[in-house]
């Protein structure tokens, strides 16, 4: 399926903009497959021993990011459309190229940087790209100091050099920060030659994620003593074990699909499991507080036009589907607060000012108030100006959903973010109804 873009120079640069014309989306969509339980079911294969073997995939950026590292690894991995056949490293991480990129996935990096340094493979580099370069690695910087794992940065950013080993030990880990750092010691601690112990400072957010890392390490064989999410307790010398595996759809991204089928006509969203253990379900259970009417199968999901109301939206344990959530409540009768956000400032972009500022040009009502949005709904957008997406691909395909609200066409410059996480989303986005003209 083609459209029409245009890129434009941008500092030196180039950004692609899609102009949209405002209508209804409907239709069946086929949801892509969940991208957290795919960097996960890829890492966990790669340090089995045997074959694994990992399908529906989709390899967008971040997942194609992950797959190459996992290959420097010392993993032999046969990449196909939608799957991967992995012949694990046996635990044992020997790395081919100390240059490691980890482009703008914040997963990857903090999923692996601990994992490289299993082997004394000399000195590391770990470098991103775009708003990764300045997203906060001091959780691992604290047990750096601890184990006696030289470290340099410049200034806190990107790139990381490394040199040293990861021991057992007790790890403090703060509960309100990214669980992704807890993420990458789970994956790490069982390779180690001795037990191991994390401890949970404070309230731990994003439950939902560790429950995907405990549910894949399980499938792996790998054994973790969770002490009711205030502790776990890892035995070293373990051996992850091969697996097959089929990666379900995304619930972070059928919340954009769920929110079109609200605002417009009726959408089929398929590949989404109802027992699933993602945080992001969390949005279901939202948009049916606000009024949604939904019909809830097995594997599948059917949103109908709704009428919806504001409510209070905490956003702690599911921070992906905000950008979405927000897009909804902005035309939602009266007024939702979207609380405990601080999480959506160190994404992509700061998602709390980029999604205020752009609905803001459509003619949306938010306001910031500190963490947290405030929002007075509106019937309508007015639309007929240009939108930027941030380079963050939450932020472009909310602005293409708040498009079918608008009652003036919409440019949005940065429509190629979506490839991070989404690579067919605007060919998905046509497939639905939307209309993609001339800019």
Request: proline content about 3%.
């Amino acid at each position: 399926m083609s459209f029409c873009i245009k890129q434009i120079n941008n500092n030196g640069g180039c950004k692609v903009e899609i102009k949209i014309i405002p209508t209804k989306l409907n239709g069946e969509i086929g949801i892509p497959p969940s991208k957290s339980y795919s960097h996960r079911a890829i890492i966990a294969a790669a340090l089995a021993s045997g074959e694994s073997n990992i399908e529906n995939l989709n390899f967008s950026i971040d997942i194609q990011t992950t797959t190459d590292i996992m290959k420097n690894f010392g993993a032999v991995i046969e990449q196909g459309e939608n799957f991967l056949k992995i012949k694990g490293n046996s635990g044992k991480v020997v790395i081919e190229n100390n240059y490691i990129q980890c482009n703008e996935s914040g997963s990857t990096i903090r999923f692996i940087i601990p994992l490289a340094l299993t082997q004394d493979n000399g000195q590391l580099t770990i470098d991103g790209k775009g708003k990764l370069v300045e997203r906060p690695l001091e959780t691992y910087y604290k047990i750096f100091d601890k184990l006696g794992i030289d470290y340099k940065t410049t200034n806190g950013k990107l790139p990381l050099y490394l040199e040293g080993k990861f021991k057992p030990d007790t790890f403090e880990v703060e509960g309100n920060i990214s669980s992704q750092f807890i993420t990458g010691l789970l994956y790490t601690l069982p390779l180690l030659d001795g037990d191991s112990k994390i401890i949970i400072k404070n309230n731990l957010e994003s439950k939902g994620y560790i429950d995907l890392t405990l549910e894949i390490l399980k499938l792996a064989g790998i054994e973790i003593i969770n002490n009711e999410y205030k502790s776990f307790d890892i035995k070293g010398n373990q051996k992850y074990k091969s697996f097959d595996y089929t990666v379900e759809g995304d619930y972070s991204q059928v919340a954009f699909w769920i929110v079109a089928g609200i605002l417009g006509e009726e959408v089929n969203c398929k590949n989404i499991y109802k027992d699933s253990l993602q945080g992001d379900k969390e949005v279901i259970e939202i948009v049916q507080r606000m009024g949604a009417k939904l019909e809830i199968n097995d594997k599948s999901v059917k949103v109908f036009p709704s009428e919806t109301k504001g409510t209070v939206i905490d956003i702690s344990q599911c921070p992906d589907i905000g950008p979405a959530l927000t897009v909804l409540a902005a035309l939602s009768e009266g007024e939702t607060r979207i609380i405990n956000a601080e999480r959506l400032r160190i994404k992509e972009s700061d998602r709390i000012t980029s999604i205020k500022t752009e609905l803001n040009k459509l003619g949306a009502k938010i306001e910031e108030d500190g963490d947290s949005l405030i929002i007075q709904g509106v019937k309508e957008f007015e639309g007929g100006v240009t939108v930027d997406s941030w380079n963050d691909h939450r932020i472009a395909m909310s602005l293409a959903i708040a498009s079918s609200k608008c009652k003036y066409p919409i440019i949005i410059t940065g429509a190629s973010a979506v490839r991070k996480s989404y690579p067919n989303f605007w060919n998905d986005f046509v497939s639905m109804g939307g209309k993609i003209g001339e800019v």
